[in-house]
């Protein structure tokens, strides 16, 4: 069983103790407590602690910007169930919908473990750029704003009042200059925003089902590659690091 620990925002490990790196190949609509329907990514960690070995699953909720780590239970398991609770840990992800593919981090030298924990948001977790503003700022610039528009009102009243001052006309009457009406701009109706495309559950589902059905068992990912596919995975790993540096 994993659950929600909304104590942890980042895991602040070495990238030489993590055991299993699992992402998401796509994106997904996602709802958790509390937050609504978006699309999210996931990520599975299994990482060395005192005592054992610990496994996480997290969900990265795009449009909010919240990272919700569920820690598995118990959260720290002996090395000999390691195996065991990463099953369980990709059961319960790809339950939601995801497919995820392993990153191989366990099979990569220290600089290339580095590169690949260092580029994903799981370590050193959102930063505030990042997160949407709270709701007393957003108060706070409303309130600012409202201000503003009512000077701006008042400036504009004193404007108008110089304007009616009466002049004389050559004969002699006094008579206002017409000033014009200033109409009030139409405000635009706010766009709704474009509906989210939802996802065919039942497919999605199947096609989960299917791709566990093919997942090799644990015993056949643990199996040593050859040098050449060794050489293969290294080379596509430096090629999605650098994409993923270059666009940050």
């Known amino acids: 069983m994993f659950q929600w620990d909304k104590s942890i925002n980042a895991i602040n490990i070495p990238a030489s ?33 005192e005592g054992g070995v610990g496994t996480i699953a997290v969900f990265h909720l795009q449009k909010s910007q919240v990272l919700a780590f569920y ?28 497919l995820m593919t392993d990153q191989d981090i366990h099979l990569l030298d220290e600089a290339d473990q580095g590169m690949l924990w260092a580029s994903l948001p799981l370590m050193a977790g959102l930063s505030e750029e990042e997160k949407p503003p709270s709701a007393t700022a957003l108060a706070k610039k409303t309130e600012e ?53 939802v996802e065919n559950v039942d497919e999605l589902l199947a096609a989960v089902e299917a791709m566990r059905a093919k997942r090799p068992g644990l015993r056949a990912r643990k199996a040593p590659p050859s040098a050449e596919e060794m050489d293969r995975r290294r080379l596509q790993l430096r090629e999605t690091v650098g994409r993923i540096l270059a666009s940050l």
């Open 145 to 197: 704003k409202s201000v503003a528009k009512a000077d701006a009102t008042k400036v504009e009243a004193v404007a108008v009042g110089k304007k009616e001052t009466p002049v004389k006309a050559a004969s002699g009457k006094a008579v206002k200059k017409a000033v014009p009406v200033v109409e009030p701009e139409p405000v635009a109706p706010k766009a709704e925003p474009d509906s989210e495309t």
């Open 17 to 49: 103790t993590v055991l299993h790196l699992f992402r998401s190949m796509r994106e997904v609509q996602l709802a958790l407590p509390g937050v609504p329907a978006q699309q999210a990514s996931a990520f599975l960690c299994q990482y060395q602690v």
């Open 71 to 98: 820690c598995s239970d118990p959260p720290v398991v002996p090395e000999q169930k390691t195996d065991g609770m990463l099953d369980q840990g990709l059961n319960f992800v790809e339950s939601m919908g995801f």
